[in-house]
């Protein structure tokens, strides 16, 4: 199992949202030069970076401080939030990140989805938040009617290859994961599936490895540290 740790910034600082509600905002960790610092000597595989200030806006908020995190990461960064635009895709990309994951936009603009797709096929990802098994955008604050088996097909049509899924409700609560959500996504499309919400120890991480998702975002549970990057959990 591969962890992802995360480290999610409002105004360029390390915080975690519960259930997605921006109300319920907790700062956790150190500044985010010294989060990553610290992910890195951990052993972090690839770290994810969100930019909730651009989930929310539509405009990559803190484009300036996730590249410069990139540029001095010797830990592949994987990003998401308020990527909008190939211009976007492109910055992030020449900044040193290895995957851009694309939500709201992948749902509301297939033209930029298929441009960045046959442009950076390699670096694409897509984010699917679901609450109640519907899709989420705009930061996790507007909910659409679309089904997120049905999204996931259709993203897999137009060639995605890595889909991060994240069952809202879970996120941010140390709950565990919603295994059933995860296997049914998991078994209905080839894509690589990557666990999100919710995963507060070895169990879950255990728990998803065995439906077969092989890469988990770990974010609350990482600065609580009852899951750690060398030795597993507590």
């Keep these: 199992m591969k962890i992802l740790p995360a480290m999610d910034l409002i105004d360029g600082k390390c915080v975690r949202l519960y259930q997605g509600d921006f109300n319920q905002t907790t700062q956790v960790g150190s500044d985010p030069e010294s989060q990553l610092k610290n992910f890195i000597e951990d052993g972090a595989e690839i770290?994810?970076?969100v930019d909730l200030d651009g989930a929310r806006s539509g405009n990559p908020e803190q484009l300036e401080l996730i590249s410069k995190l990139s540029r001095s990461?010797?830990?592949?960064?994987?990003v998401g939030g308020g990527i909008r635009s190939i211009e976007t895709v492109k910055a992030y990309i020449e900044a040193g990140v290895e995957r851009v994951v694309l939500g709201t936009a992948a749902l509301q603009d297939e033209t930029f989805l298929k441009q960045a797709l046959e442009n950076y096929p390699e670096n694409i990802v897509i984010g699917i938040d679901a609450r109640d098994e519907k899709v989420a955008v705009s930061g996790w604050e507007t909910e659409t009617d679309v089904d997120?088996?049905?999204f996931a097909k259709k993203m897999e049509?137009?060639?995605?290859r890595r889909i991060v899924f994240t069952?809202?409700?879970?996120?941010?609560?140390?709950?565990?994961?919603?295994?059933?959500q995860l296997q049914k996504i998991n078994e209905a499309v080839n894509c690589e599936i990557v666990a999100s919400g919710g995963i507060r120890n070895q169990a879950d991480l255990d728990a998803i490895?065995?439906?077969?998702?092989?890469?988990a975002i770990v974010g609350k549970a990482m600065?609580?540290?009852t899951i750690k990057l060398r030795g597993g959990a507590l």
């Design 73 to 78: 990461s010797t830990a592949p960064i994987q």
């Design 223 to 225: 600065y609580e540290g």
């Design 148 to 150: 997120y088996i049905e």
């Design 167 to 180: 069952d809202i409700s879970k996120d941010g609560t140390m709950q565990g994961p919603n295994l059933l």
């Design 47 to 49: 770290i994810h970076i």
């Design 209 to 215: 490895s065995e439906i077969g998702i092989t890469e």
């Design 157 to 160: 049509q137009l060639g995605v």
